[in-house]
């Protein structure tokens, strides 16, 4: 499978489908605004990343908004927050085959990269 949750109006996420060329490989592609992240998909990524932390956003504005930046967070509540607003996923996530690629830093991009040759 190839797929690439994101948002049509992250720059970051454009970005990286843009190098990646990802609207030219036959990629699903799902922005997260419009079509919010499902309970089974969240467990589905949860366990390709590990953990539910793995894919939260502590960059997103809400984090600090709510104060949860002063809180320790258990996987439960991290899955929660996740399900109720679509900015805690950590964009973009993309699936290729059976790995998984989060976030849009430059060393994901290259691992990312290798598997899509």
Known sequence: MKKIFHLSSCN?????I????????KFIFQDLKTEPITEQ?????????GSYEALFSKIARKYRALGLHEKVLSENEYKN?????YTFLKRPV???KDSIFIGSSKNTLLE??????
């Open 18 to 25: 843009d190098e990646l060329k990802l609207k030219n490989k």
């Open 81 to 85: 927050f996740i399900l109720k607003e």
């Open 94 to 96: 993309i699936l290729i």
């Open 41 to 49: 998909q969240l467990e589905e990524l949860k366990d390709k990343a």
């Open 112 to 117: 990312a990269k290798k598997e899509l040759i």
């Open 12 to 16: 970051s996420c454009e970005r990286v």
